[in-house]
DNA sequence: AGATCCAATTGGTCGGACCAATTCAAGTAT
DNA sequence: ATACTTGAATTGGTCCGACCAATTGGATCT
């Protein structure tokens, strides 16, 4: 069973990628020279390493190596729920089962550097003045308990949930209000800093169930589906 | 901000799908004909579907609908932690936030026809006699409940937890042992049965940390990481 | 120094040719 | 009549050179 030889062109790039000074790759047409193939193969090796979050490639600028693992599921899970508000509830239906133990998990191992990014997460998330730099800082909190839980692929499962629930809010969706995330996440902060994962877990659980309980679209709140 | 051509006849490739009588596509150049496009870019739209798990695409044979929103995930992560013990541990830990969650929804939600199903794959469990087919089972009865939950977004988790995890035991580890398996998923279905969501959800727990506490390769007990 | 312009560069698309894998109809053997 | 084999047609995989669309950076102008 020999590999294709797209698939052994993707490796090669992801190869030269890890080894490569710059985030920049060469150009379809240098890598079609230095690899023998055909510039439509390197292309076709691109663009499934862009489809796997792990390169971004503009015409006319070249391609630029990434590490987004998570977009595929983003992606998955939008043609999955086409509809915003299902997807919401589902999402914080998920999001109650993984980030309870996110936190707890978070508390018995967070080193003090990335304690230090999560303290800096909720001071930006209290002293923001707009919507957008709130809900960049609110869910990057929650992306960096998820880090700080050890699981490389419970953090990824975060990052994907925080891409989609940023692409709602950006649509009017709201959770919760800023002064109840700031007040929630304190208490998550403080449990996780005392390494009490049951505090932890109990504090993310009534954060995630405030998020649930007052969704809403564009100043109103919505019904359960 | 307009579609490139790509993007355009992938998605016309999906509402083809979705109206096409059968689970066989047009060929790349029935297709390059109909949408008056080069057939490389009928190419790369399927190629692109074919990486999100839409499509089957065979060499001499043609393009086939499947429905594996969930394998781009599966990907991701054996990229991210491609140590498989590693892996196995990680999983287990996601497994053990969101498979209790899930028995818990299936507990409340499930319908009659997914809980025939359940108890189906139960007794294909408890009646099987190779190791392929009791795995088999086994993870359906999980994916089955998954579900059951209603949320399709922990179903499709579940799915690619699912093949990740049949990838590694048909690498040599194990989860398990048969009976207790057996044992433990008969007593995650009487409870789901009893619509008792908190007895589900324990019952799921206890499972998986059994799961964990017995990993094995090659009859040999491993270590926690 | 900052703004504008434009040619070079880089990705996107096209079309025709040829190669590799699969399918299925026709022919042969039992 | 059934089972097996063969080979041509079909379908995806790759190649090549040409041309189009978007970006970049150097040159020129203010």
Not at 54 to 63: D, T, W, Y
Not at 77 to 82: D, F, S, Y
Not at 91 to 96: Q, Y
Not at 156 to 167: G, N, R
């Given at each position: 069973m020999s590999?294709?030889?797209?698939?052994?062109?993707?490796?090669?790039?992801?190869?030269?990628?890890?080894?490569?000074?710059?985030?920049?790759?060469?150009?379809?047409?240098?890598?079609?020279?230095?690899?023998g193939v055909s510039r439509g193969v390197v292309r076709e090796a691109?663009?499934?390493?862009?489809?796997?979050?792990?390169?971004?490639?503009?015409?006319?600028?070249?391609?630029?190596v990434v590490d987004k693992l998570h977009k595929p599921l983003s992606s998955?899970?939008?043609?999955?729920?086409?509809?915003?508000?299902?997807?919401?509830y589902q999402?914080?239906?998920?999001?109650?089962a993984l980030e309870p133990e996110n936190a707890r998990l978070a508390a018995e191992r967070a080193k003090p550097s990335i304690l230090k990014k999560l303290r800096g997460a909720h001071e930006r998330l209290m002293n923001c003045r707009d919507f957008e730099t709130q809900v960049l800082a609110?869910?990057?909190?929650?992306?960096?308990i998820a880090e700080a839980s050890g699981n490389k692929i419970g953090a990824?499962?975060?990052?994907?949930?925080?891409?989609?629930?940023?692409?709602s809010l950006s649509h009017g969706y709201r959770l919760v209000t800023k002064d109840k995330?700031?007040?929630?996440?304190?208490?998550?902060?403080?449990?996780?800093?005392?390494?009490?994962?049951?505090?932890a877990a109990d504090a993310m659980r009534k954060h995630l169930l405030n998020a649930r309980n007052d969704l809403t679209l564009k100043n109103r709140k919505l019904a359960p589906p």
């Open positions: 590999l294709s030889l797209v698939e052994t062109v993707s490796r090669r790039i992801i190869t030269l990628a890890r080894h490569h000074s710059s985030d920049r790759l060469p150009t379809e047409r240098d890598m079609s020279a230095k690899f691109a663009k499934r390493l862009e489809l796997q979050g792990l390169l971004e490639i503009r015409q006319g600028s070249g391609m630029k998955a899970v939008n043609m999955l729920v086409p509809d915003e508000k299902q997807r919401l999402l914080t239906e998920v999001r109650l609110d869910m990057e909190f929650h992306c960096l990824l499962l975060m990052q994907s949930l925080s891409d989609l629930l940023q692409s995330a700031v007040a929630d996440h304190y208490k998550i902060f403080m449990a996780i800093m005392a390494h009490n994962g049951n505090a």
